[in-house]
Nanobody, 118 residues
Framework: QVQLVESWGGLVQAGGSLRLSCAAS????????MEWYRQAPGNQRDLVAQ???????NYADSVKGRFTISRDNAKNTVYLQMNSLKPEDTAVYYC????????????WGQGTLVTVSS
């Protein structure tokens, strides 16, 4: 069984920074895709940032230049560094990874609330 544990989000003022982490544990051979999504109240869950094995990254237009996704392979952890936060970044943030257990398996984190005050 593979589990993801996300760090605590929290409350931050507009213009501030916050780093989220998401650690994978369990039995798997490798991690391919690592992603962060977010879901604001009443909205659908949207992709924020994506890190594909090999190092390619993709970002939602709304966070380009402000957010950075990275990974620590030794710790099986993905990070989301969020700078210049805006009130519209307020949402529950979820990490998602695709792991190879012999077959490819999609796993979601439990979600963590990030609130940005104006």
């Amino acid at each position: 069984q593979v589990q993801l544990v996300e760090s605590w989000g929290g409350l931050v003022q507009a213009g501030g920074s916050l780093r989220l982490s998401c650690a994978a544990s369990g039995s798997f051979f490798s991690i391919s895709t690592m992603e962060w999504y977010r879901q604001a109240p009443g909205n659908q869950r949207d992709l924020v940032a994506q890190l594909i094995r090999g190092g390619s990254t993709n970002y939602a237009d709304s966070v380009k230049g402000r957010f950075t996704i990275s990974r620590d392979n030794a710790k099986n952890t993905v990070y989301l560094q969020m700078n210049s936060l805006k009130p519209e970044d307020t949402a529950v943030y979820y990490c998602r990874v695709v792991v190879n257990t012999g077959r490819y398996l999609e796993v979601w984190g439990q979600g963590t609330l990030v609130t940005v005050s104006s």
